[in-house]
């Protein structure tokens, strides 16, 4: 079943802004990690958050998580054109056979 | 040196045939993933490899058939193809670490077109 909710569906900005995307889940988690997806590509990793994490920054990605609101989210700073992609949120469970489920995911167009 | 590949890139066939995807990763891990990602853009887990052993077997209509003959090729067989399974196909691999899930690197992808 699925496990996280991207929200918006859809986000269009103009280069230079901040593009924020929120994502929320169901379940526990182990961690929650951040993927980009450009058209007709393989997804790419952005950024990994653990459980126990409140808050991390790699470049011009900041995501948060707030396990007890059960959410996450995403801002791209200073967006450029070349950020036009889809997100994805996917939860990593715990356990043995532990996996990650995706969401949706969020449509971004950056207008140059 | 390419990460995750996969072949073919794009595959096109008529319903009832059967058909296989490869995938291969060198980048020394020892978790295989395939997923399906439909045309809404969702996607979904169907079977994970760890060192040659099925762990995850989502529910997969059992005419898809994986086989891992190392830790570094994951193979998806599909037999009687369905108009349903048109889709991107995506493998993907990762460095498992006991109880948890961490970064997983995704091939180009598949797509599969049944007319």
């Known amino acids: 079943s699925q496990q996280g909710e991207e929200d918006p569906q859809a986000l269009s900005i103009q280069e230079g802004e901040n593009a924020t995307m929120n994502c929320s889940y169901k379940?526990?988690?182990?961690?929650l990690q951040w993927y980009r997806q450009n058209s007709g590509r393989g997804l790419v990793h952005l950024i990994l958050?653990?459980?126990?994490?409140r808050e991390k920054h790699s470049g011009r990605l900041r995501v948060t998580l707030d396990t007890s609101k059960k959410s996450s989210s995403l801002l791209i700073t200073a967006s450029r054109a070349a950020d036009t992609a889809s997100y994805f949120c996917?939860?990593?469970?715990?356990?043995?056979?532990?996996?990650?489920?995706f969401g949706k995911g969020i449509t971004l167009s950056v207008r140059p | 040196d390419t990460a995750v590949s996969q072949t073919p890139k794009y595959l096109v066939t008529q319903m009832g045939n059967d058909k296989s995807i490869k995938c291969e990763q060198n980048?020394?891990?020892?978790?295989m993933y395939w997923y399906k990602q439909d045309s809404k853009k969702f996607l979904k887990i169907m079977f994970s490899?760890?060192?040659?052993?099925?762990?995850i077997n989502e529910t997969v209509p059992n005419r898809f058939s994986p086989k891992s003959p190392d830790k570094a090729h994951l193979n998806l067989h599909i037999n009687s193809l369905e108009l349903g399974d048109s889709a991107v196909y995506f493998c993907?691999?990762?460095?498992?670490?006991?109880?948890?899930?961490?970064?997983?690197?995704f091939g180009p992808g598949t797509r599969l077109t049944v007319l």
């Open positions: 958050i653990r459980s126990n994490e």
């Open positions: 379940t526990s988690i182990n961690n």
């Open positions: 993907a691999s990762s460095q498992r670490v006991s109880g948890r899930t961490d970064t997983q690197y």
């Open positions: 996917a939860t990593g469970s715990t356990g043995a056979n532990s996996k990650l489920t």
């Open positions: 980048l020394g891990h020892d978790t």
């Open positions: 490899y760890n060192n040659k052993e099925l762990i």
